[in-house]
Nanobody
């Protein structure tokens, strides 16, 4: 089992950058694929991006491709979401999620463990 804690959210202006972190407990973090999701008020939780257990594969939603980058440091049990060129429509609560496995995972139903979320607000 793994516990996840996100941090790094805040209020920024359009065009700014922000880096979110997701710290995981447990000694087997390197065996978990990690995902980032977000949920805006009144909307469904949506996929943002994915990184494989090794960090060798990533995949992003079209809405963030080219602006957001996911990375991980397995020695620190942490996954990151670097967000550049932020837009007001990026405003949401951002969640990290984890599951074991070596495939690609794009839907919230694919993931077994979730953090509590961190708020990102982008003003225009």
């Amino acid at each position: 089992q793994v516990q996840l804690v996100e941090s790094g959210g805040g209020l920024v202006q359009a065009g700014d950058s922000l880096r979110l972190s997701c710290a995981a407990s447990g000694r087997t973090f390197s065996s978990y694929a990690m995902g980032w999701f977000r949920q805006a008020p009144g909307k469904e939780r949506e996929f943002v991006g994915f990184i494989s257990w090794s960090g060798g594969s990533t995949y992003y939603a079209d809405s963030v491709k080219g602006r957001f980058t996911i990375s991980r440091d397995n020695a620190k049990n942490t996954v990151y979401l670097q967000m550049n060129s932020l837009k007001p429509e990026d405003t949401a609560v951002y969640y990290c999620a984890a599951r074991r496995g070596g495939s690609y995972y794009y839907t919230k139903e694919d993931y077994d463990y979730w953090g509590q979320g961190t708020q990102v607000t982008v003003s225009s």
